[in-house]
Structures are given as structure tokens and as C-alpha cells.
């Protein structure tokens, strides 16, 4: 079993490359940079764009199935960051406790002073 993985483009006859423009989308079909192009998982849809752009414009010629295989070249262990997000979060979410309950303190005293105004003033 082999760890690479293979991704689909789909390159024009003149070296653009297929993208995906989304429901309703609008601009140009072709780019010229890769960063830009649609990249499928598997190769049957990439083949059905292929077919429908021979099929539709053959003056334009039949594009080309690029295939791409990956394979790992690096593994981060995420531990470090992730301990130290976390001790942020809990200081920030103490922060955010320690204001939350001085804020409902404070309330309460107002309440008791308003209180025992009430209580006065009937007496």
C-alpha cells in the first residue's frame, strides 16, 4: 500500500488551467496560475470537464488530465501549540469569570443598598 496521494487538474492545449467558478459564477474558465486551478480528488470529474470541453468547443482543442501525487514530507506535532493556546484560554476565560462575578457583586450591593433604603423609608 502506498502512502501518495494523486490529485486531477484539467490544463488547456495552451497551458491554462481549468477553475472552478462555483454556482452562478462568472469570469474566466482558464487561469494561468496553478494556485488557481480546480483540483479534484479523483479523476472522473476532472474527465467529465474534459469531455464536455472537447465535446462543446473541439476548435479549442482536447485538455489535458494533469495528474499530481503527494506525499509526507513533514510531520508537526501540534502539542506544544495547542497546550499554550489553551493555557490562554483559560487565563482569558478566568479574566472574563473574575469580571463577570465583580460585575454581579456589584449588583448585589446596589440591590441590598436599595433594599435597605425600602426598608428605611417603611419604617
Partial sequence: MSDNLKFYAVRSQDGKWFRRK?????????????????IYNKPGPARAQISWWFSNYPSYGCPDLVVFTASISETINEEERLLKARTKQEKTTGIRRLAMARHRLETAHEEVRKATNDLESIE
Wanted: net charge negative; proline share 0%; hydrophobic share 30%.
Fill in 22 to 38: 462555483g454556482l452562478g459564477g462568472s469570469g474566466d474558465s482558464w487561469v494561468d496560475e496553478l494556485t488557481k486551478a480546480r
